[in-house]
């Protein structure tokens, strides 16, 4: 538990004549989150970027994908509402604001059920994508970088439960990463070309592989024992990487009967480590993921579209 004074912003602080600090959220790899009243639009979140954070990002990309983000409304995407600065004692602060969620984490929701029904990973799979489809086809592509279970968020706030997509952008190179706690949770989800400082849509959609991996079986596709490793040893994460994915992936349906074999196809397809054979982007992931749905649906009484 973080003591309230080592928060940059106290309860009842006010950010610029517009957000009143309701109450400190938690703390992650790029700042602290706070959930504030703006002045005029109710519940938002603000997220207040660590001064090392800022000092390793392109605030220029960060900025503009905000303001793309800005512009969508998709259901299953977090809204961003506004990207700014402010001083306080001295220093200039960085923050991003977006939409207020009512519910949990995807990795909150594994911590307690560690695997999923083929049915409600498959909706919050849909969901996912659907709102990746939505950022890969604006002009240019809008990439997340950084999609894990802690990313995507249950809506619980309505009879139509929701997943959705949070904090694009956040996540920006392996240097910054580096310089950040949590750099080997970010290694579990990483496609291999980012370890080049590579991000393509199809970096995504490895992301989201290991995301449906995880749902459907508990696991990782692959094993690695970072513990071993002195912290903050970039390069040895990253040999412990590429030689662990060396080893082919055991199929879902190895640790879940549930999965059938074109669900193994459609995760295998989405984990090749090869560009050429992955899905380039949300698109036709999402359409072949859908057939299964479709099969799911037919075969049992259950409903895939519990996260809509």
Avoid at 91 to 113: D, K, Y
Avoid at 236 to 242: G, H, K, L, S, W
């Amino acid at each position: 538990m973080v003591a309230p004074q080592d928060n940059v912003l106290q309860k009842g602080s006010v950010i610029n004549n517009t957000y009143e600090v309701q109450c400190f959220i938690g703390r992650g790899a790029f700042g602290e989150v706070y959930r504030v009243k703006h002045k005029f639009l109710g519940l938002q979140v603000l997220k207040l970027l660590r001064e090392s954070y800022v000092e390793n990002s392109d605030l220029d990309t960060l900025s503009t994908e905000a303001r793309i983000l800005s512009g969508l409304t998709h259901k299953n995407i977090v809204r961003v509402f506004e990207t700014n600065t402010f001083e306080l004692d001295g220093l200039n602060h960085f923050f991003i604001t977006m939409g207020f969620v009512s519910g949990e984490s995807l990795a909150q929701l594994l911590h307690r059920e560690i695997i999923l029904s083929v049915p409600v990973t498959l909706s919050i799979q849909m969901a996912v994508l659907k709102g990746l489809k939505e950022v890969h086809s604006q002009i240019p592509p809008v990439i997340h970088r950084d999609i894990s279970p802690d990313n995507i968020l249950l809506s619980y706030d309505d009879d139509n439960q929701r997943a959705l997509l949070s904090d694009f952008g956040l996540a920006q190179s392996v240097e910054q990463m580096s310089e950040i706690a949590g750099a080997g949770g970010k290694y579990l989800y990483m496609a291999p070309e980012c370890f080049w400082d590579v991000y393509l849509p199809a970096s995504d959609i490895f992301s989201a592989g290991i995301v449906l991996y995880r749902m459907l079986t508990g696991l990782y596709p692959w094993s690695y024992d970072f513990d071993s490793l002195d912290d903050g040893d970039v390069d040895a994460m990253t040999t412990m990487v590429m030689k662990a994915r060396k080893k082919s992936i055991v199929p879902p349906s190895h640790y879940n009967e549930e999965c059938s074999e074109y669900l193994d196809r459609v995760v295998l397809k989405a984990l090749s480590l090869d560009l050429e054979l992955r899905y380039r982007n949300a698109v036709k992931f999402l359409d072949e993921l859908e057939l299964e749905v479709n099969r799911v649906t037919l075969k049992s009484n259950d409903q895939c579209s519990l996260y809509r």
